[in-house]
């Protein structure tokens, strides 16, 4: 009896592949070196790079996902507190990293997001659904008078989660987290009422 390849795990190698080196610069073949598998098994799972690229990006959105909603459903702060919180958190996580890999939907967004539409509508699905994450946080603390009301909760989450993807940017190139820092002192600042 042949070996079985589990499809999450394939997903998780290229998850790593993907985020640090891009989607065009990873080839089928470094695929299936990386996941250590035949290119027949590769295509029982997957219809083409794209379409695995495609599952990536799903995986990792949902996976992020959940992450999010459990740090916040475990958070005993204040909305904003634990609004900037999740953000030193994220900011430490790429810090250990050494700034080498970044978001998978904030890269797939800027290098492919335009010209593969398919891939650039996953990312932006995913990154509506964080932001449908935040909005409530922000909401309460709109409610308890901690956030600004001069723009509705979506459109704050927007603006965290956009400018926290610039400031994520600059760290690849800098290889420093002083745009973040200086990012999150701004930005939590600029909001707080």
């Given at each position: 009896?042949?070996?079985?390849?589990?499809?999450?795990?394939?997903?998780?190698?290229?998850?790593?592949?993907?985020?640090?080196?891009?989607?065009?610069?990873?080839?089928?073949?470094?695929?299936?070196?990386?996941?250590?598998?035949p290119?027949?098994?590769?295509?029982?799972?997957?219809?083409?790079?794209?379409?695995?690229?495609?599952?990536?990006?799903?995986?990792?959105?949902?996976?992020?996902?959940?992450?999010?909603?459990?740090?916040?459903?475990?958070?005993?702060?204040?909305p904003?507190?634990?609004l900037?919180?999740?953000?030193?958190?994220?900011?430490?996580?790429?810090?250990?990293?050494?700034?080498?890999?970044?978001?998978?939907?904030?890269?797939?967004?800027?290098?492919?997001?335009?010209?593969?539409?398919?891939?650039?509508?996953?990312?932006?699905?995913?990154?509506?659904?964080?932001?449908?994450?935040?909005?409530?946080?922000?909401?309460?603390?709109?409610?308890?008078?901690?956030?600004?009301?001069?723009?509705?909760?979506?459109?704050?989450?927007?603006?965290?989660?956009?400018?926290?993807?610039?400031?994520?940017?600059?760290?690849?190139?800098?290889?420093?987290?002083?745009?973040?820092?200086?990012?999150?002192?701004?930005?939590?600042?600029?909001?707080?009422?």
């Open positions: 009896m042949g070996y079985k390849y589990n499809k999450e795990d394939i997903l998780n190698v290229g998850y790593e592949v993907f985020r640090k080196n891009g989607y065009h610069n990873v080839g089928i073949n470094e695929i299936l070196k990386e996941s250590g598998i290119k027949g098994s590769f295509y029982n799972f997957f219809e083409s790079k794209e379409d695995f690229a495609q599952q990536v990006i799903n995986q990792y959105g949902l996976s992020n996902q959940s992450f999010m909603e459990k740090f916040f459903e475990e958070s005993s702060l204040t904003i507190e634990s900037k919180a999740f953000y030193a958190m994220v900011m430490d996580m790429n810090e250990q990293d050494n700034y080498a890999g970044g978001c998978l939907v904030n890269n797939m967004s800027m290098e492919v997001g335009r010209n593969i539409d398919n891939l650039g509508a996953a990312a932006n699905q995913h990154f509506i659904g964080w932001l449908n994450v935040l909005a409530p946080i922000i909401d309460k603390g709109q409610k308890l008078e901690q956030i600004t009301t001069a723009y509705s909760p979506m459109e704050l989450a927007e603006y965290l989660h956009a400018g926290f993807y610039g400031a994520l940017s600059r760290t690849k190139v800098t290889r420093s987290r002083v745009y973040m820092d200086i990012w999150l002192d701004i930005t939590f600042n600029l909001i707080k009422t």
